[in-house]
């Protein structure tokens, strides 16, 4: 991965390359950013430009032995550490080296991908993944040996915020006593979930959602027409992932809506009817029978919309980029029933349920409650 094909975030591509000219590489930074801002390709290029000494702004050295090592995954001094789980190819103590092949053909087709890409593509979607004790052995032994080419040892970590206590505690000893010329980059959405002592021990660099139109620009690079770029791009809100799917028609959003529509006209239709109460219990099984990391996207997906419904009867449109394909269905009509009086309401169950799903709860029942207290959310008031 090369820093000119990173999208966007000139400023972080100037810190990284400033920096690492001065020879003042921080041994252990965090990237923070949202879903498809680009830390995961940053990540790769630092690595890269640092590995391979490269002089050149753009690591024009493509021809290198080094460049083609850090380009094909296989530089022997740069590591990796994701979320993991037991599966047919790691039937117990999965940890990410029994991944590798498949960590190099994501990097390659979705380098901006999310945790739900990465959990389809190794076969583990129903369940919740970790970067576990056996990865933190794994690391610490890895780490400790001497460089293969003589330069830096870099440990990039996707998803940190997926380290269970102990292999955070474990990390959290190498980057208080890190070996030498040792580089750890750990990479999160969620910063609140690192550890505060990992967090200040770190040189954080906080990623932005990319502008409308670099990812407009980039969609017309793959071949989009103008007419259809910045609409993806302005449906994406920032996430270049997101584009690509809908570019593609293989968002999971498209079918959060379906469930998300079907979910609110039956809690409408619900008030003084017992028999879509049944409707709505089918509905609870159903979802229930998805993994958990994608009843955790759902219930954030609902989340969105919900506030997008708010800015919506605020008559704020100009604000609202999330749009609902499902015919019959329009936003803009659903927006009267959020407002004041049961928006904070609507929030914290969803926020909660997330939590509940987190915490391995039962996702029928947590669906199940969720459905009933939406049935009479919907139907408050406004003033």
Known sequence: MHFREILGQQHIKNHLLTTARAGRIPHAQLFIGPEGSGTLPMALAYAQYVLCGNSGEDNEGENSACNLKCTTLTHPDLHFAFPVATSDKAKSRPVSSMYLEEWREFLKEQPYGNLFDWYRLIGVEKKQGQIGVDEAHDIVKRLSLKSYEGGYKILLVWMAEKMNASTANKL????????????LLLIAEEEEKIIPTIRSRCQI????HLPEAVIARALEKKGVHPSKALPLAQEAHGNFNKALDLLHQDSEDLVFEKWFVHWVRSAFKAKGNKAVIHE????????????REVQKKFLHYCLGIMRQALLFNYN????VYSKIHVEGFHLEKFAPFVHENNIFELVEELENAALHIERNGNSRIIFADLSIKLTRLLHVKAH
């Open 172 to 183: 959290l000893k190498l980057i208080e006593e890190p070996p030498e010329k040792t580089v």
């Open 316 to 319: 704020m449109p100009e604000l």
């Open 280 to 291: 709505l219990l089918q509905w609870s099984e159903e979802v229930a029978k998805t993994g």
């Open 205 to 208: 660099l906080h990623f932005s």
